[in-house]
């Protein structure tokens, strides 16, 4: 089912409560979805990596840990409910966000920074916090391939083919 679908049945489950809806982050990674909507593969590894991190959590106790009622997993994330009287409040994070924030947190400590910050999301952090999958040894060897101190001038990413001679080219100077 996608979120969509899981988050009309909780509301069709639930026709005495109030129900408040939140996509995680969707707005703040928005501009970073677009610089790499043309790299299918690259979205389809965010993706990978949130559902590998996902999966590798103990789903029942985290929820517990992160103060959710329940979860349900959609084929674009995880939706996280919580119950305040009268009212559930669903949190949807989708895979793709969280691999974003997973990549994120892991570039600083490779010296790697992007020309962005994302939000403190604690419940984002702390799901990180959980995980048990590793995403800096694959990061680290992804990332040698590519020639870092040319990836770092973001001043010429706008530039044709830059960014792409960049990734291609690990010798390329700046």
């Known amino acids: 089912m996608n979120a969509d679908e899981i988050i009309e049945g909780?509301?069709?489950?639930?026709?005495?409560?109030?129900?408040?809806?939140?996509v995680m982050n969707s707005n703040v990674t928005a501009k970073f979805k677009d610089a790499v909507v043309a790299n299918k593969e690259f979205?389809?590894?965010?993706?990978?990596?949130?559902?590998?991190i996902i999966y590798s959590i103990s789903l029942p106790d985290c929820i517990k840990k992160l103060?959710?009622?329940?979860?349900?997993?959609?084929?674009?994330?995880?939706?996280?409910?919580?119950?305040?009287?009268?009212?559930?409040?669903?949190?949807?994070?989708?895979?793709?966000?969280?691999?974003?924030?997973?990549?994120?947190?892991?570039?600083?400590?490779?010296?790697?920074?992007m020309p962005f910050k994302l939000p403190n999301?604690?419940?984002?952090?702390?799901?990180?916090?959980?995980?048990?999958i590793d995403i800096l040894g694959p990061l680290k060897?992804?990332?040698?391939?590519?020639?870092?101190d040319?990836?770092?001038d973001f001043s010429k990413w706008k530039e044709a083919d830059y960014v792409i001679n960049c990734l291609k080219n690990k010798n390329q100077g700046n």
């Not at 909780?10 to 939140?22: E, Q």
């Not at 979205?43 to 590998?52: C, E, Q, R, S, T």
């Not at 999301?121 to 048990?132: D, P, R, W």
């Open 150 to 152: 040319c990836m770092k």
């Open 43 to 52: 979205v389809k590894a965010l993706i990978f990596i949130g559902k590998n």
């Open 10 to 22: 909780i509301k069709n489950d639930n026709p005495d409560k109030n129900v408040k809806v939140n």
């Open 67 to 113: 103060g959710y009622d329940w979860f349900e997993l959609s084929q674009e994330g995880l939706i996280l409910v919580k119950k305040f009287g009268n009212t559930l409040k669903i949190d949807c994070i989708p895979f793709d966000v969280l691999g974003i924030f997973a990549i994120h947190k892991h570039l600083g400590s490779l010296g790697f920074k």
């Open 141 to 148: 060897q992804i990332l040698n391939t590519f020639n870092l």
């Open 121 to 132: 999301l604690k419940v984002i952090t702390n799901l990180l916090g959980f995980a048990s």
